[in-house]
């Protein structure tokens, strides 16, 4: 099962009192329900393609309202499609779209009479979820929580709600709909418990922490691999150099400093200025720096292209 599978089956056994169990249903029919007016009377159908959810929604209502409803199943015909679960519900629809709040425009959600307590609002946003929500696997290369909607009004509305948990969402349209959504690895912790997900958690800030060392190893990986390129390159091109003044020059008419450090590259062809400095107390019976060891290089570079200048002019 994926990972937003197994967060969804944990989230259909969270406990809940009887106000949050109504501000869960109505966020699980206000996603994905339809409210049918007809000569008949009302009716509101809920889709699905989890079975879980199909059961959880048949059993909320039935506890709740004290009434049936009809769980029908439909094959997709594309391939690799899941069956869709439709629940029609005619007893009491009247009550439950007057209640849940299914004709509302969702303008301010957080002043919503089913939201006043805080934890149901995170039954709200678990009932979202579980109606329409999907979640990066943490193994994935980013991180992503959504929940859609059909409705703009609807999905500012759960962006608020997560919001006031302060877990910086945001919402954007899709083309079949809106989504509201998280990027943050840490704000998708905090969702994942706030919404009662606690094993799912502990999988996902295990694996997180797993690949963000990785990561962390593979940058510092490369960092030294790029460090040590660059030594290569700096030394090559001083070798390059020292071998033209050789091939021009008489080495011990320049500079004592020139010459020591002619010396050093050649005893240590591919070291660092770092580790030369620390060899030249061997070497040379004294210590020279870093910075000092640069400047002498440098000249040494600037003498070798004023000679091959000259060559070419000549």
């Known amino acids: 099962m994926s990972f937003a ?21 109505a966020a699980l029919l206000r996603v994905n329900g339809e409210v049918t007016i007809s000569s008949k009377g009302v009716r509101i159908d ?5 079975i879980g959810v199909a059961r959880h929604v048949v059993e909320r209502v039935k506890r709740l309202y004290k009434t049936e409803v009809e769980l029908l199943s439909k094959k997709q015909m594309k391939l690799q499609k899941n069956d869709i679960y439709i629940i029609k519900i005619s007893h009491k629809a009247n009550s439950i779209v007057h209640e849940c709040g299914l004709m509302d425009d969702y303008d301010n ?6 939201l006043v307590k805080e934890c149901c609002k995170k039954a709200y946003l678990r009932g979202a979820f579980l109606a329409s929500g999907s979640i990066n696997s943490p193994r994935s290369s980013s991180y992503h929580l959504e929940i859609h909607t059909n409705y703009e009004a609807h999905a500012k509305g759960i962006m608020e709600l997560l919001n006031f948990f302060e877990l910086n969402a945001k919402y954007i349209s899709r083309k079949n709909g809106y989504i509201a959504y998280i990027k943050e690895s840490e704000r998708i912790s905090d969702f994942l418990r706030l919404t009662g997900a606690t ?20 940058r510092v990986m490369n960092m030294d691999i790029a460090n040590q390129n660059k030594t290569l390159e700096a030394a090559n091109r ?5 071998s033209i ?12 400093s020139v010459q020591e450090a002619i010396k050093l590259r050649k005893a240590y062809p591919e070291s660092s200025l770092k580790e030369l400095s620390q060899y030249s107390e061997d070497i040379l019976g004294k210590t020279v720096s870093k910075s000092a060891l640069n400047h002498r290089f440098r000249n040494i570079n600037e003498l070798a292209e004023e000679i091959m200048e000259e060559i070419d002019y000549e």
Request: proline share 1%; net charge negative.
């Open 5 to 25: 599978t197994n967060v969804k089956s944990e989230l259909l056994t969270v406990k809940a009192n009887t106000c949050c169990e109504l501000a869960e249903l």
């Open 46 to 50: 809920f889709h699905t393609t989890n």
């Open 109 to 114: 959600m957080l002043k919503d009479p089913l």
């Open 199 to 218: 094993n799912a958690l502990f999988t996902y800030e295990d694996e997180r922490i797993k690949r963000d060392f990785v990561n962390s190893i593979t």
């Open 238 to 242: 001083q070798l390059k150099s020292i």
């Open 245 to 256: 003044l050789e091939n021009t020059l008489d080495i011990t008419t320049l500079n004592k």
